[in-house]
């Protein structure tokens, strides 16, 4: 069974500070996905990153980065500089590879509200 | 971005209404997702279909008929809801590989839904 934990549930922060998202995943899969996406007040699930279970680097997008480790079944997402506009709910997720099968479950941690404070 | 719309935006109705939501997706993509979102639940998967067909229906109450008569289009039929069904309903859409895993699924912006 797959299961995402972010043990965050609120996180508040003024301007320009750093600010780290945690997510840590369950699978039995050799093959998976993990993926963050942001849901601002509209409501909207916004996709910022999909990333394979074989590829460990690390990314960087702007002021967005991400840190997965496989030894702890982590997927980390750090907001540098963080502004007003990044709050929102932030969530991780996991797909697994399916072993031959059809696998269009997406499972969802239950999120991490941000706030930036101005 | 408007690659997958959803209508209407909020929605009230009696438990004895029958609506409907409306999803569209213009991105070109195979399969598409029904999304239920209550206060302080993790996002629960309704439906999916992939290219027409329905492909996994996760014990939802037979209060939600899906119905998707195209690629591009996915309904939502509601009928004799209960105050619990009170959340937010995502669509959303993917590429549709063979397997469906690892496809980025792409969102619309929901139907806040309030049953009274």
């Known amino acids: 069974a797959q299961k995402v934990t972010q043990a965050q549930t609120e996180i508040s922060v003024v301007e320009k500070e750093d600010v780290t998202l945690d997510c840590v995943y369950e699978?039995?899969?050799?093959?998976?996905?993990l993926f963050w996406y942001k849901q601002p007040p509209s409501g909207e699930l916004v996709f910022l990153i999909r990333r394979n279970s074989f590829d460990e680097q690390n990314e960087i997008s702007g002021r967005y980065s991400w840190n997965f480790q496989k030894s702890t079944s982590s997927f980390n997402f750090t907001i540098t500089a963080s502004q007003v506009v990044d709050s929102a709910v932030y969530f991780c997720?996991?797909?697994?590879?399916?072993?031959?099968?059809?696998?269009?479950?997406?499972?969802f941690g239950k999120g991490t509200l941000l706030t930036v404070n101005p | 971005e408007t690659g997958v719309t959803q209508t209407p935006r909020h929605l009230v109705m009696g438990m004895t209404n029958k609506k409907s939501l409306k999803c569209e997706q213009h991105?070109?993509?195979?399969?598409m997702y029904w999304y239920k979102q209550s206060a302080k639940k993790p996002l629960e998967l309704m439906f999916v279909y992939s290219l027409e067909e329905r492909v996994e229906n996760n014990s939802v109450p037979s209060r939600f008929s899906p119905e998707c008569p195209n690629s591009s289009h996915l309904f939502l039929h509601l009928h004799t809801l209960q105050p619990e069904d009170s959340a937010l309903y995502l669509c959303?859409?993917?590429?549709?590989?063979?397997?469906?895993?690892?496809?980025?699924?792409?969102f619309g912006p929901g139907t806040r839904l309030t049953v009274l």
């Open positions: 997720a996991l797909s697994e590879g399916g072993s031959g099968g059809s696998n269009y479950k997406l499972t």
């Open positions: 699978t039995r899969d050799t093959t998976y996905y």
């Open positions: 959303a859409s993917s590429q549709g590989t063979t397997s469906g895993s690892g496809d980025t699924q792409y």
């Open positions: 991105l070109g993509h195979n399969a």
